[in-house]
């Protein structure tokens, strides 16, 4: 519900802002109205679009235009960074572990280069209906506008994060191949180096030693020799828009798998609380009648599609009685929950509660991370904070977010 409000308040808002524009003698989108410091309204709408070109720049091809919303809430254009003799774009994206590992490097090196007239700006090309969920085993956030402004924040991003993940009207110019890819360009924004970072992609091993270079080099006016002026583009390929019949193909083939349930006794139970697996044991009791849990529940199977190739498994846990197992089987049906999922096999709840022990008040939903050996490493009683529940779940040791 607060998301429809959201929406609908943000398009109150642009149709305000658009008649006042309108009024004053100015169209959205016109110099005018681009010049303004007023946070802009824009609601992404990543869609299907039909395959496009995508350019191959070249060694002092010009860099192309590009207008699009940023993180501050404010368009950025080519023109914006006139003023610096060098700018260096970044496309790069939230999801991928590779983008991830060089993170860290590029904040560094734009802190380096502060006061020496390089402009520094990154792109997300990615489409999100074009991510699946089991693309995201590395993560905490898919690449929509939104996520990136969480992850911009986690991060403390010194420079500026703009989207282009609706229809790439602009990426598809500058042909990014991987995410991370790096274009350079010089005071006459023509393009003076591509490619990689560095050729380190491990975090720790190395120090942006390719770009430093391509900048120092493109600051000074020389050219780089012709091996180390374009270099490949390691990582993530980009999610292009009209290659998410594979997405649409992988969600369809989830929604048939067989969804199973199984009645679990109180000794069923101590054993698996126990986690005697070499993997990180997620646990959410709930029940059909309890109105959070079935809300949240979408929630634990996005879960367990984007961490379960890795040391994961997700178990579903019903508390509702032993003779509703045809009513909790249709609701996992409608859910496509498709894993682990358990009836608890007896009438005696208070059995239940002193089992899982820590202080449980009964309440649901209640969820537990467990480690092998039975360590609870997060405990959320009540509902869930998906973000939170998800960052605890890829930056614990086991699972990481890097290769």
């Known amino acids: 519900m607060r998301r429809y409000v959201l929406d609908f308040l943000r398009k109150f808002a642009y149709l305000s802002t658009l008649s006042l524009a309108i009024s004053c003698g100015k169209k959205e989108g016109s110099a005018e109205m681009a010049d303004t410091e ?48 060098v700018l260096v774009i970044n496309f790069v994206c939230n999801h991928c572990p590779t983008a991830q590992a060089y993170e860290d490097r590029f904040i ?8 020496k007239s390089v402009g520094f700006v990154a792109i997300s090309p990615n489409s999100p209906i074009a991510i ?34 609706d229809t790439h009207e602009f990426s598809t110019a500058y042909g990014p191949t991987a995410t991370p890819h790096v274009f350079v360009f010089d005071k006459n924004r023509k393009l003076a180096y591509s490619g990689r970072i560095d050729a380190h992609e491990k975090p720790g091993s190395g120090n942006a030693e390719d770009l430093r270079n391509a900048i120092n080099a493109t600051l000074e006016g020389k050219a780089l020799p012709e091996d180390q002026a374009q270099t490949p583009a390691f ?31 109180p000794t069923g139970l101590e054993k698996l609380l126990k986690n005697d697996t070499d993997k990180l044991l997620l646990v959410n009791f709930w029940a059909t009648w309890c109105g959070p849990c079935i809300m949240e529940y979408p ?38 929950s498709a894993l682990p999922n358990y009836l608890m096999d007896t009438e005696d709840k208070y059995e239940v509660i002193k089992i899982v022990g820590g202080e449980w008040d009964g309440s649901l939903p209640i969820t537990l991370l467990i480690e092998p050996g039975g360590n609870i490493a997060f405990r959320a009683p009540g509902t869930i904070d998906p973000l939170t529940l998800k960052k605890k779940i890829v930056d614990h040791p086991m699972i990481g977010r890097y290769f």
């Open 108 to 115: 560094n090196l734009v802190k380096e280069y502060q006061g």
């Open 132 to 165: 699946l969920p089991e693309e995201l085993g590395y993560t905490d956030l898919s690449d929509t506008f939104e996520e990136m402004k969480i992850r911009a924040e986690d991060k403390g991003y010194n420079f500026d994060y703009l989207y282009d993940g």
């Open 38 to 85: 007023s946070p802009i309204v824009f609601v992404a709408n990543p869609q299907a679009v039909s395959e496009k070109p995508i350019a191959k720049l070249a060694i002092g091809d010009s860099a192309p235009p590009f207008r699009l919303p940023g993180i501050d809430d404010q368009y950025h254009s080519l023109e914006d960074y006139e003023a610096f003799d």
């Open 299 to 336: 929630e634990f199977v996005t879960m367990q599609r984007m961490f379960g190739e890795r040391d994961f498994q997700f178990v579903s846990i019903s508390m509702d009685s032993p003779e509703q197992e045809e009513k909790v089987l249709k609701f996992l049906n409608g859910k496509a």
């Open 235 to 265: 990582g993530c390929s980009i999610k292009w828009a009209w290659k998410n019949e594979y997405t649409l193909k992988k969600n369809e083939e989830w929604q048939k798998r067989e969804v199973t349930l199984e009645k679990l006794k």
